[in-house]
């Protein structure tokens, strides 16, 4: 069996009993496979009621009966079998899954006939598919990647570059189409169809391209932190909005981020690196507890507020998800909502239910969209809600009590104003005389909300409420398709901002990208072609001065077949002799002249072996010195060293010939002697 569907089917059983929440039985199950993990519990949870009906229908219960006893394992790969991606693995569960398939899939076309529908998507509730109706959200990380090479890449994959408005109309799944979201980033976020999975593209997994929601970019585009401050991230894991404040810094300053949970630290840390956070340091420590009049609090300007909050902005949320799949399933006594909430004052950081960004509106965002899911305790709504807030509350004033903090802006993906304007006008009510409440995002036009009647305390002696609300930012999913959020921004009065260098809008209309293309394709092929000219003469040259060498015997050939010019072809022959081979044919001119003429071409095959014999008896002093020379002269050039060796063959001639003359003619009159 594969590892994913066993880690998958024991966070199954756990959560359905109780006790314990998603996010933590994935870092301690899922280990490296947490990205698939995860989206095959969300998956398997959503399907589950349909899942149990196949299972009983098609009569594999009555068949395997052991399979009962496996857990919800079962379901996990039941999933992948009939709706995901196919089985994998193997091991005994698999071959039997695989064998009762044809009555497996005929149980479920049944139950999609008996509910008259098509898509195996229409077979689960409408409010827990909400998210498929919002689109998939992909940040370019400036540190990492270009915004031109990313739509290009895109373009060579077969993505075509539309309107917005035609990815949020659009309703098919296999579409290639995406966009590049007006509103937040820059020009830096792309838009897919809600269906497009990339958590497994080359450009997720190496850290240029960061799945994360629109509003979820909302925080940290507002906080515009500049390059050489000192910034905080209160509640920084699982990291995507740290990445975002690294951007804005351009990785220059120093951020310090803050997470309680040590699993989540080391997933800040992790994320980090493979996200090119080259300034962010990791503190593994309570944002409450530190000392701002100490070093290096006591210099930083920019703090970032998203603490843990209910999740209510987040669509199709875990609560709903388990509540779906357990609904008459759980027995009596075993973890009836008997777990422990998230999110009270001096806990965890992250909200029940909130991911950073669209964790659980996309269930397959995850790993570095892991959060907190929600929770169902013995406390009511209400009392959950109170200890949440007092516990934003307390966040943001601990943030505010910076000695040189300029800017501190706060955030939730909630839609409940007792999480939102209130925890405002409750931290407005100390700080006042010092902070003031900006307008943020000036161009979104949905603001925030006041309802008197849900605030609790006393506002008779507040003044400028409908300013004040009017200068945060809300989100709503079902008109601006994308997850509920809220945005408040914390200024220092009198405080000044630096305004920050926009990028340059790049071009993104495929006929200036392929020019582009062509004209870079066209330099690189000049640039080739100017190199290897360069590179040839140099290496032809060489040869040219070394061919001549080489190429001189071709000289001695005619002169082989015309005998009459013995003079002439010695120095040739030495010549060449002496700078192809050892001297040792220099001594040919022993023999009288006539006879060389006449047998010059078979002597010259029979004479070597003599004369070394010879000159070594003869001239024992000069042969060393012409060896030793020898092979100096071939690797040198010829110019300097190419008159040595004539001089010293053509003058001996004279002088051996009188010799040999004098030899001879001792010869003949020995032999006249004898006869």
Not at 145 to 152: C, L
Not at 156 to 171: M, R
Not at 174 to 184: L, R, T
Request: hydrophobic fraction near 30%; proline fraction near 7%.
């Amino acid at each position: 069996m594969a590892q994913h569907y066993s880690d998958a089917g024991k966070i199954l059983d756990k959560m359905l009993i109780g006790g314990a929440s998603m996010k933590s039985l994935l870092y301690s199950t899922a280990g490296a496979q947490i990205t698939t993990v995860h989206a095959l519990v969300c998956e398997t949870l959503k399907y589950k009621r349909v899942l149990d009906v196949v299972l009983r229908k098609s009569g594999i219960y009555a068949a395997e009966k052991w399979i009962a006893e496996r857990g919800n394992v079962v379901h996990v790969m039941l999933y992948d079998l009939l709706i995901g991606k196919g089985i994998s693995g193997a091991g005994k569960l698999k071959k039997t899954l695989v064998a009762h398939e044809a009555a497996l899939k005929a149980a479920l076309a049944r139950e999609k006939v008996k509910a008259k529908v098509v898509e195996n998507i229409d077979l689960v509730p409408a409010h827990l598919r909400k998210h498929e109706m919002l689109p998939r959200y992909a940040r370019i990380n400036q540190l990492r990647q270009k915004k031109q090479a990313t739509i290009n890449q895109f373009k060579k994959e077969g993505y075509k570059l539309v309107d917005v408005q035609e990815i949020l109309q659009t309703t098919s799944k296999n579409v290639k189409i995406f966009a590049v979201d007006p509103d937040v980033c820059n020009g830096h976020l792309l838009v897919f169809p809600p269906f497009t999975d990339l958590h497994a593209h080359p450009l997720v997994v190496s850290g240029g391209l960061i799945l994360q929601d629109k509003a979820s970019c909302f925080s940290g585009f507002v906080l515009a932190a500049p390059p050489g401050c000192t910034a905080i991230d209160s509640c920084a894991a699982p990291g995507m909005k740290t990445s975002q404040i690294c951007e804005s810094m351009k990785n220059k300053g120093k951020l310090i981020a803050f997470d309680k949970s040590p699993t989540r630290c080391e997933t800040l840390v992790r994320l980090g690196k493979r996200n090119g956070m080259k300034i962010m340091v990791a503190k593994n420590e309570d944002f409450l507890k530190t000392d701002p009049t100490q070093s290096p609090y006591s210099e930083v300007e920019y703090i970032l507020c998203d603490p843990s909050c209910s999740g209510s902005g987040i669509v199709s949320r875990m609560d709903d998800l388990i509540k779906y799949a357990s609904e008459g399933q759980r027995k009596k006594g075993r973890g009836k909502g008997k777990r422990k909430s998230v999110g009270q004052k001096g806990e965890g950081h992250k909200e029940e239910g909130k991911e950073e960004g669209k964790e659980e509106v996309e269930v397959k965002d995850v790993d570095e969209n892991l959060e907190e899911d929600a929770t169902v305790g013995e406390e009511t709504e209400a009392e959950r809600l109170n200890k949440l807030a007092e516990f934003q509350e307390s966040v943001v004033l601990h943030a505010l009590s910076f000695p040189k903090v300029k800017r501190v802006v706060y955030s939730t993906c909630s839609v409940n104003q007792q999480e939102n304007e209130n925890v405002v006008v409750n931290v407005l009510k100390k700080t006042s005389k010092n902070f003031k409440v900006t307008r943020a995002l000036p161009q979104w036009k949905r603001r925030g909300t006041w309802d008197e009647g849900s605030y609790p305390g006393d506002m008779s002696t507040f003044e400028g409420i409908e300013e004040i609300v009017d200068n945060c930012v809300r989100t709503k999913p079902e008109e601006d398709r994308t997850i509920g959020f809220f945005v408040a921004c914390f200024d220092r009065i009198g405080a000044v901002f630096p305004v920050l260098e926009e990028p340059k809008e790049e071009e993104v209309e495929e006929e200036v990208v392929e020019v582009v293309e062509e004209v870079e394709e066209e330099k690189e092929t000049k640039k080739k072609a100017v190199t290897t000219k360069k590179q040839s003469p140099k290496k032809q040259t060489t040869p040219k001065k070394q061919t001549p060498k080489k190429q001189t015997p071709k000289k001695a050939t005619p002169q082989k077949t015309t005998p009459e010019k013995p003079a002439e072809e010695t120095p040739v022959q030495a010549q060449n002799e002496n700078e192809n081979v050892p001297q040792t044919k220099a001594p040919q001119p022993k023999t009288p002249p006539k006879a060389q003429q006449k047998t010059t071409p078979k002597k010259q095959q029979k004479t070597p072996p003599k004369t070394q014999q010879q000159q070594k008896t003869q001239s024992p002093k000069t042969q060393p010195q012409q060896t030793t020379q020898s092979p100096k002269a071939q690797p040198q050039k010829t110019q300097t060293q190419s008159p040595k060796p004539v001089t010293q063959v053509v003058l001996p001639p004279p002088m051996i010939s009188r010799k040999r003359s004098g030899s001879t003619l001792n010869k003949n009159k020995n032999k006249k002697r004898k006869m």
